[in-house]
């Protein structure tokens, strides 16, 4: 599967922006999709991650009602709603999957085996 990450860019603190995870390759509804995000000097952290079937979502502690991964199967795309940014979550945010239907979910990287090329996000104060 390739993925496809957009949406990034450069908002005031306080501000919302909204990214995408775009996936070709077999059904999008058979895999996994796990959100990270990595500053400079920083690991490669969680941020959200999806079941194949959606009905599963994990949130990294710290960012649990401010974050909302979704995904839309038919659009093979999987999406990140990001609200009341701050400048901490300042990072390059990647997308990956794995092949996995059903309701569970991933969080570490490792459990990934296909990965976006990652899209910047800044935030300023």
């Known amino acids: 599967v390739q993925l496809q990450a957009c949406g990034g860019g450069l908002v005031q603190a306080g501000g919302s922006l909204g990214l995408s995870c775009a996936a070709s390759g077999r059904t999008a509804r058979s895999y996994a999709i796990g959100w990270f995000r990595q500053a400079p000097g920083k690991e490669r952290d969680i941020v959200a991650a999806i079941s194949g079937s959606g009905a599963g979502t994990y949130y990294a502690d710290s960012l649990k009602g401010r974050f909302t991964i979704s995904r839309d199967n038919p659009k093979n795309t999987v999406y990140l709603q990001m609200n009341s940014l701050k400048p901490e979550d300042t990072a390059v945010y990647y997308c990956?999957?794995?092949?996995?239907?059903?309701?569970?979910?991933?969080?570490?990287?490792?459990?990934?085996?296909?990965w976006g090329q990652g899209t910047q996000v800044t935030v300023s104060s």
């Open positions: 990956a999957a794995r092949y996995a239907s059903g309701p569970n979910y991933y969080s570490r990287p490792s459990d990934y085996d296909y």
